[in-house]
């Protein structure tokens, strides 16, 4: 079931890290992705990768995790590749025809690269899937006093992700039934297949959009303010360990810099 499901869906639970403030949460999600960056170790991205799956285990959502990895790793092959055969720092290793070289230094830096991108990625679609959209505008509004039009937005394009996302999917599966050919396994045709599909794309998102903005309108969006969200959101000892470790975080990332 939870497959079918997308990465930025909501998971009900009641786990540990379902319980935290929402601010807190992100604020994991933004350290690990700032220690992320701040590393130059290769072993320690690869820790951080494995703290984002735990994270996943922790809060049940666990397979997802993992399709998230599997996902961000058929992105990270061409990123791979690419910087393998076009970065030239370091010793020889191997020598191909059009005078392209593969050396240590490319080697390095493209797993540099494939280890950043899975470890700054995972956290932040790890965290949505167990926060509320709602509750993250209202903390992005009552906490960090950001105007509410602009926090609407953010979790709006957030929402609409998922939504897309099926209308693409419908959209393949009406022209493959039809006899249009997308499994081809040639690159550029497949390209020249979908790019077309993205004009009715555009057209479904378009109403879905003007619709959402009557909504809102009907519902007095102009009217929203700070003081409008009843809900509270308390900081408790859970979230204050939370803090605490995700400076823990950057601090290691530092530390592992300067050691290393």
Known sequence: KDRMKGFFDYVPGSSYLHRLNPLTKLLLALMICIAAFISANHLFLVMLIVLNLGIGAQAGIFTRSVM???GLLKLCIIIFLLQVLFIRDGNVLVKLPLNIFITDGGISSAFMVVFRLVTATMPLALMLSITQINDLSNVLV??????????FALTTAIRFIPVFANEMTGIIEAQTS?????????????????LPLCVPLLITSVRKIEGSAISAELRGFHLRTKNSCYKKYAVNINDICVIMISVVIVGSAILVNNIF
């Open 178 to 194: 039809r006899g249009v050919q997308l499994d081809t396994g040639n690159i550029f045709k497949k390209i020249k297949l979908v």
């Open 68 to 70: 998230l990895l599997k």
């Open 142 to 151: 009552t906490k960090l006093r950001i105007p509410y039009p602009y926090a």
